[in-house]
């Protein structure tokens, strides 16, 4: 029996969340806990309800979804932020990762594509869809994608570099941890040596250094 999976929608459009409801409760396992039509009122609710996700638009009154979005991750880690907007514009997208944002996922996508952000994310893998792919794969083969001035200083253990390897391919932590035959929690604690390395927030993050870096190769 799949856990339910509890989240926050935060949109200033009623119809939009109503929209987005309708295609996350068809899935059965996804509980909506609360609904948000400002910035301000969704850190307050993941504060409230401390749900698993919380999908967040980016222009919002009272406070905008990055604002949100960097409030959240700082007090509230265990809630994971998925971006859900109509902007493609390359700074949007830095700026919500930045921010904290795991996954980001334009609101004309398909439908599915709501409910399999919600089901990777929480398995803190990143999530995006092509469109937004396609733009963090340009910025990191251009060398556009601002980071640490400490970076170039980083060296990774060589079980480091095993679990980088294994997070830019998608595995999830227990599945890093089956293939290194480490617990969870060892697991955990490597992830957090390797974002203080790097001086990032979370996998995406990991995931863009390590190709900007060569750590990783995209086939």
């Not at 994971?80 to 919500?96: G, H, K, N, P």
């Not at 733009?135 to 251009?142: A, G, M, P, S, Y």
């Not at 980071?147 to 095993?162: I, K, P, Q, Y």
């Amino acid at each position: 029996m799949t856990k339910n999976i509890h989240i926050v929608i935060a949109d200033d459009h009623q119809v939009f969340r109503e929209g987005v409801k309708s295609v996350v409760k068809k899935a059965g396992y996804i509980v909506i806990t609360g609904e948000a039509g400002t910035g301000k009122d969704a850190v307050d609710l993941v504060r409230d309800k401390k749900p698993d996700v919380i999908l967040l638009d980016i222009i919002m009154p009272s406070m905008n979804g990055i604002e949100a979005a960097r409030i959240i991750r700082q007090k509230y880690p265990h809630t994971a932020i998925i971006a859900l907007s109509w902007f493609t514009d390359r700074q949007y997208v830095l700026d919500m990762i930045h921010a904290g944002a795991i996954g980001y996922v334009t609101k004309n996508c398909a439908k599915n594509d709501i409910v399999n952000a919600i089901n990777s994310v929480i398995q803190n893998v990143p999530y995006y869809t092509s469109e937004i792919a396609n733009i963090l794969t340009q910025v990191v083969k251009h060398g556009n994608f601002p980071g640490s001035a400490h970076e170039d200083n980083c060296v990774f253990s060589e079980t480091e570099l095993s679990i980088i390897d294994l997070i830019c391919q998608q595995s999830t932590t227990k599945e890093i941890a089956d293939k290194l035959f480490l617990s969870t929690r060892t697991i955990e604690g490597y992830r957090k040596k390797i974002e203080d390395k790097m001086q990032v927030k979370n996998t995406a993050g990991i995931v863009i250094y390590a190709i900007k870096k060569g750590i990783y190769r995209i086939d």
